[in-house]
């Protein structure tokens, strides 16, 4: 009998500690920490404003620049815009964390991913965005006329 109940310790145990493994998204962060760069040319430029938003919120930086954001299960939009330079947005798709729900579908009977779901715990966004941007028309045509309009080859 005593050998029994120290099986019966042990298999809780182990169920306990699997138990907690399998939370961590249910318990972990909501928020992510991205970086956001803006290229123009092929070069980095300086000074864009941009502004994140997704299901959960909206966010601004200065690029090059890190912001802390609410995950979501959603897309993130970037929209970077640098006045009388250049602007562009991106729209990028969260991935969900494939371990950390599905450990909790088992632990938790699929009550840990819906949680992950509406909370956006079990998603991530990548952790570097880069935004191409586009001369606006004012850039574009400063630069035609300072080659006088004319392709030179």
Wanted: some cysteine.
């Amino acid at each position: 009998m005593a050998g029994l109940n120290r099986w019966t310790a042990a298999a809780l145990a182990a169920c306990a500690l699997a138990a907690l493994g399998g939370c961590a998204s249910m318990a972990g962060k909501t928020e992510q920490l991205v970086e956001v760069h803006t290229i123009l040319d092929h070069r980095e430029i300086a000074g864009a404003g941009c502004v994140l938003s997704n299901e959960a919120g909206r966010w601004f930086v200065n690029a090059p620049g890190r912001v802390r954001i609410q995950k979501s299960e959603g897309k993130l939009t970037v929209h970077c815009k640098r006045h009388g330079v250049a602007e562009g947005a991106e729209a990028v798709a969260s991935r969900f964390d494939a371990g950390s729900l599905l450990g909790n579908v088992v632990v938790s009977g699929g009550l840990g991913y819906l949680v992950d779901r509406k909370t956006g715990a079990g998603f991530d966004y990548p952790p570097v965005l880069t935004v191409i941007m586009k001369p606006t028309a004012a850039q574009a045509q400063a630069s035609q006329g300072a080659s006088g309009g004319n392709a030179i080859y």
